[in-house]
């Protein structure tokens, strides 16, 4: 594992991050991040569920692109929407495992 720099140290003491229990302060920025980009995507999931009235798995079985003659808006919401489950998911399962909860909780 890569040292961490004295710049970054300066700012964990700078924000009351380092001392005893320095390891459980960490793994809760990355708690803390891991939720951030959570919400965010979630956010975006719900923003297209509600512009289109459907979830992402309808959309695209609908071919809602296809449907709508594959404009600009339409192909662009629909790569945004992918990339927002895909980040779902993945937020899910790295905070499962930074908690240490089973993946198939």
Known sequence: ME?????IVKH?????LSGAGTE???RDVLESEYRRRLTRYEHTDRLFRKK???TFDAFERS?????RGFTWEVES?????????D??????RGLKELLGESLDA
Do not use: H, P, T
Not at 63 to 67: E, G
Not at 78 to 84: K, N, P
């Open 3 to 7: 040292a961490i720099s004295e710049k």
């Open 12 to 16: 964990f003491k700078y924000l009351g």
């Open 24 to 26: 459980g302060k960490i």
């Open 52 to 54: 289109y009235g459907m």
């Open 63 to 67: 071919q809602v692109v296809n449907a």
């Open 77 to 85: 919401d629909s790569d945004e929407w992918e990339m927002a489950i």
């Open 87 to 92: 980040g779902i998911d993945s937020m899910r």
